[in-house]
């Protein structure tokens, strides 16, 4: 994760006074001081860029932030799915990093290295037949089956909210 920290005094004054947040906030508002020409206080920022998985306001606390980072950071590849699921759906990140990730009950079927032309609802129906979900199927009934009607119900259930991911909340 990274946020792109900005002077607002001095974005007030006409400058666009900011960097990646490498260094500290306390550099920022010093260059901030410098482009503007006042000995006003600069004492806030505002993010006006970032690069992350999850949703950043412009007023974002920095402290928090840093706290939700270290927490995205320990995130297993399956975890983070389930984070961009929950706020794919529009449950809060924030609120979904603080109640634990583990308490939300979510299906989440990853379908990317499937080369075929097929959609992801129709895998994910092949998926469910295979896995015996509607009963035992007589070996040659399969290829009688509408494999695209049945991925037209499922689409409406399940969400793709990565490409060639799809999932539900239950």
Same mark, same amino acid.
């Given at each position: 994760?990274? $946020?792109?920290?900005? +002077? ?26 410098? $482009?503007?020409?006042?000995? +006003? ?68 079927? +990853? ?18 037949? +295979? ?40």
């Amino acid at each position: 994760m990274r $946020v792109y920290i900005t +002077d607002l005094k001095a974005y007030s004054c006409g400058h666009l006074v900011g960097e990646w947040l490498i260094k500290s906030v306390e550099s920022v508002l010093s260059e901030g001081k410098k $482009v503007c020409g006042s000995v +006003d206080e600069h004492e806030e920022i505002f993010l006006s860029d970032y690069e992350a998985d999850i949703k950043i306001a412009e007023y974002e606390n920095i402290y928090s932030l840093n706290d939700r980072a270290e927490v995205l950071e320990s995130y297993s590849e399956d975890e983070a799915l389930k984070l961009k699921l929950l706020a794919y759906e529009g449950y809060s990140e924030k609120e979904v990093i603080d109640t634990g990730i583990d308490s939300y009950d979510i299906e989440i079927y +990853d379908f990317r290295g499937d080369s075929s032309f097929k959609s992801v609802f129709e895998l994910l129906a092949e998926k469910f037949i +295979d896995d015996g979900l509607y009963g035992e199927i007589a070996e040659g009934l399969g290829y009688y089956l509408n494999y695209e009607a049945m991925a037209r119900d499922l689409s409406m259930d399940y969400c793709e909210f990565e490409s060639g991911v799809v999932g539900r909340v239950l």
